[in-house]
């Protein structure tokens, strides 16, 4: 019988790859995790975490000048940069600790390094090998940057929480939802942003009506949108770098951010030295339990391009552990459904969405009635902003069931969580209207919109 040095060994030490790595311990397997960078992955070090945290600190500028109308007067404070900085790098170091504690205190061994398959139960760090019964790789995507000319002087959305010095002056190129928040928030902080994007319309995919409400909102708020236009070149000056237009035009600005897309983080790992299949675009390709085209190796999270969320990472990551060693005592084994997943844009005013869009819906639905909803804020009647807030719902006219409900204002992720847990039960229409809003709060008009809208 053979025998190996672990019976897990993971690849990659981001969310997915973390829990996976943890829970399989506490389960009592043997376990290691290489992973070459910090530890928490993208989402901690330079996504989902420090993203937040600035669009944060970016909401401050706006909610200083709305206080007037509150009876505030006075001055706002002067924005830091620096302090800014600082402060995120002392949190994302304590998550950081964090996640090796956990690792750590689960008897999960952790490997620093590069790691490299080189058979179905062997992995290479360094200059040492080491065998498992199972691999599992989990080492997410990365950034993407078009050989445009003069693409050596852009940075991705990775170098963008330590600048140095502040972006005065910042253009933003792509469309999708890491474009749109990074736009808004360096808006909201003090720059100068113009976002070029070559669709005529941002975040393909996302509802048509919230596509149009936030590309109006983002616009009220000082972002420059130049859509249907893209990048010639790009030439660096002594007054900054110069961004030439297909089909003519030109600006300077001090830093260009290319967020196009990501891929996954396929590369060097021995993949194919290993026999591991992936698709054209480098995802590795996995069946329903994220088996590989090599039984003992699976692969979840970005890498395998389905849903490239932290949390649909963590969720495969449980259906992985549950069939390699069991479920905990009296739970059935965990199962993953890509149905209803809720997401967030942290624009200004963020998006919230779970469900179909409009058109997914009437491709998918016979009759479909749509309720929307757009409307001033309470907030805003002394506030003085013009901000507006966008609230639409989608329901199967057959069976009731509500099956897309989207919004554009405060906080639209906080509102639209409870919602998509509702929605993931099959809650209809009539549910909706049976339900008692909490007044006066954003929240309760998806349960009092009564008319669907006409055509």
């Known amino acids: 019988m053979q025998t190996f040095d672990f019976d897990l060994f993971v690849i990659g030490g981001g969310s997915g790859g973390v829990r996976a790595a943890r829970m399989s311990a506490q389960r009592g397997a043997r376990v290691a995790l290489a992973e070459v960078a910090d530890m928490g992955g993208t989402c901690v070090n330079v996504g989902c975490i420090p993203k937040k945290l600035y669009s944060y600190a970016a909401h401050y500028a706006e909610a200083f000048e709305e206080s007037h109308g509150f009876g505030w007067v006075g001055e706002a404070p002067k924005f830091n940069w620096d302090t800014l900085k600082a402060n995120r790098a002392k949190e994302i170091s304590r998550l950081n600790s964090i996640y090796i504690n956990l690792l750590d205190s689960a008897g999960v061994k952790i490997i620093k390094g590069w790691a490299r398959l080189l058979d179905a139960h062997t ?100 972002v420059n949108l130049q859509l249907k236009s893209e990048v010639e070149a790009i030439t660096k000056t002594a007054d900054g770098l110069v961004i030439a237009l297909k089909g003519g035009g030109s600006f300077t600005v001090d830093t260009v951010l290319y967020a196009t897309g990501r891929i996954p983080n396929s590369n060097g790992l021995g993949l194919e030295t290993a026999g591991v299949a992936v698709n054209a675009a480098g995802a590795i390709k996995v069946d329903e339990q994220y088996q590989t085209s090599v039984p003992s190796i699976y692969a979840l999270g970005d890498v395998t391009a389905r849903v490239q969320l932290t949390p649909v990472a963590l969720g495969e990551a449980m259906v992985v552990v549950d069939q390699l060693f069991g479920p905990l005592a009296g739970k059935k084994p965990r199962g993953m459904s890509y149905d209803f997943i809720p997401t967030a844009v942290f624009t200004h005013p963020n998006i919230g969405t779970v469900g179909y869009s409009e058109a997914a819906a009437r491709a998918k639905f016979d009759n479909v009635s ?69 007044h006066p709060t954003l929240a309760e008009e998806f349960v009092t919109m009564r008319e669907p809208v006409q055509g």
């Open 123 to 222: 992995v290479e760090v360094g200059d040492k090998k080491y065998t498992a019964k199972t691999l599992l790789v989990s080492t997410g995507g990365t950034a993407l940057v078009p050989a445009v000319e003069g693409h050596e002087h852009v940075v991705t959305s990775d170098s963008m929480f330590d600048l140095d010095p502040f972006p005065k002056r910042l253009a933003v190129v792509g469309g999708g939802y890491i474009a749109c928040e990074f736009a808004s928030i360096f808006n909201g902080l003090g720059s100068k942003v113009t976002q070029i994007h070559r669709g005529e319309k941002l975040l393909t995919g996302f509802d048509d009506d919230v596509r149009d409400f936030i590309a109006s909102e983002m616009r009220k708020t000082g």
């Open 370 to 438: 749509v309720y929307r909803s757009d409307f001033k804020a309470l907030k805003h009647t002394l506030s003085g902003s013009t901000e507006r807030t966008l609230m639409k719902l989608l329901v199967d006219d057959a069976s009731d069931r509500v099956v897309g409900l989207h919004m554009v204002g405060p906080d639209a992720g906080e509102v639209v969580q409870g919602f998509a847990v509702a929605m993931k039960a099959g809650a209809t229409k009539a549910l909706f209207d049976s339900t008692i809003g909490i």
